[in-house]
């Protein structure tokens, strides 16, 4: 999925490199969420980019990454998975809670990076 990084790689290491990416493009976040350009229940492998970087192989979930912080944002029926599979990753288990009304990585986001920061998302598979 990546061609600078085997498919060997650790998670820590795919974060990493991840975080080396946005440091040269001078980002503060990266938004990497569970989507296609189509917006498709079911990803193929091109566009499993949050599965890749994390290890949560959940059909659902958002990924954010800065320089100091990685977390999945998932929903109660991805908790226990999640929690097993980001073990040992450095990537913390966000859970959302039911009855939220926005979406809560994006609050996250608006408390967490500093004002005028950049957050980088592929434009093509941000569902608004």
Known sequence: MNARLPETSTIPQR???LRAAMASAHVDAALVPS???H???YLPGRWQ???WLSGFTGS???LVVTQDFAGVWVDSR???QAEQQLAGTGIA???M???QQTAPHVDWLAQNVRAGGTVAVDGAVLGV
């Open 35 to 37: 989507a296609d350009p």
């Open 78 to 80: 991805y908790w226990v």
């Open 49 to 51: 980019g949050r599965e």
């Open 97 to 99: 809670m039911g009855g």
């Open 93 to 95: 288990l966000m859970k």
């Open 15 to 17: 974060i990493a490199a």
């Open 39 to 41: 917006l498709s229940e």
């Open 60 to 62: 659902v979930g958002t």
